[in-house]
């Protein structure tokens, strides 16, 4: 069978990336392009939610407020597993560069201004590669195929709260660490008074629990942008007052994150 692989590209120039996405939408039975961005800082959130099997990554990236060398920096001391296969398009000549991409994970190198360099061999050098990238990725499968139930739970409480940093509340909220709690507690198993649990965990009141949770929420909904909300909260929301409750809020991230998980 002929599994598809999974592609991100990072590329912040509107002629190039128009090719490669020709390119790979030309490879179809090979290849799924999951996520395209010129910011290096959304790269590494497109990761850690698309998981990509590899990245097509410029170098010199303008367009973000980091280049590509940040990205892999960043990339390779994220908690990220598996790691995907790197590979580097670049218009730098200079060896010290590329050392320093390599010391940083790129697994290939293609320069820009190399006379056979294309779109097009770009995607051919990934067909070349499929097999290679996909044994990595089954023997980095088979190493992580039991994790400690601790790194699960990290993992999980990682997911939620990308997603609550989507919708807008903050880390520095008293809310934001009991809303990750509750609804990790819910997506294991549906309970009655989550409030109450998590406060015997922090030598809370039920009420202060359930009131810092509500407060996070309501900032949320006051300060972020509404077209984020409506692009990151996606549920029906039954209050008058156009703000999630609490149950609504934890049931609606305990659902669709379980599919996940």
């Given at each position: 069978m002929n599994e598809k692989?999974?592609?991100?590209?990072v590329e912040d120039d509107p002629r190039a990336c128009k090719e490669i996405i020709t390119e790979v939408s030309d490879c179809?039975?090979?290849?799924?392009l999951v996520g395209v961005t010129n910011n290096s800082n959304r790269a590494l959130s497109y990761v850690r939610e698309l998981h990509p099997d590899?990245?097509?990554?410029?170098?010199?990236?303008?367009?973000?407020?980091?280049?590509?060398?940040?990205?892999?920096?960043k990339l390779k001391t994220a908690d990220v597993s598996p790691l995907p296969y790197m590979l580097v398009i670049t218009g730098s000549e200079d060896p010290l560069t590329h050392k320093v991409a390599r010391e940083y994970?790129?697994?290939f190198i293609m320069a820009k201004n190399s006379p056979d360099f294309s779109a097009q061999s770009v995607v051919d050098f990934l067909k070349i590669t499929k097999t290679v990238i996909s044994s990595r990725k089954a023997h980095q499968a088979s190493a992580d195929a039991a994790?400690?139930?601790?790194?699960?739970?990290k993992r999980l409480q990682r997911r939620i709260a990308h997603?609550?940093?989507?919708?807008?509340?903050?880390a520095k909220?008293?809310?934001?660490?009991?809303?990750?709690?509750?609804?990790?507690?819910?997506?294991?198993?549906?309970?009655?008074?989550?409030?109450?649990i998590i406060g015997k965990k922090y030598s809370k009141t039920e009420n202060s629990v359930e009131r810092a949770m509500q407060n996070a929420i309501n900032r949320a909904w006051a300060g972020t942008d509404p077209n984020d909300l409506i692009a990151n909260y996606t549920a029906r929301i039954k209050s008058s007052k156009g703000i999630p409750t609490i149950t609504e809020f934890i049931f609606h991230y305990a659902q669709k994150l379980n599919n996940e998980f």
């Open positions: 692989l999974s592609l991100m590209l179809g039975d090979d290849f799924s590899a990245i097509i990554i410029d170098l010199e990236l303008q367009g973000g407020s980091s280049d590509g060398l940040d990205f892999l920096k994970g790129a697994d994790p400690s139930a601790e790194l699960e739970e997603e609550l940093d989507k919708v807008g509340i903050s909220c008293i809310g934001y660490r009991y809303l990750v709690e509750a609804i990790s507690i819910i997506m294991k198993q549906p309970v009655q008074h989550v409030c109450r």
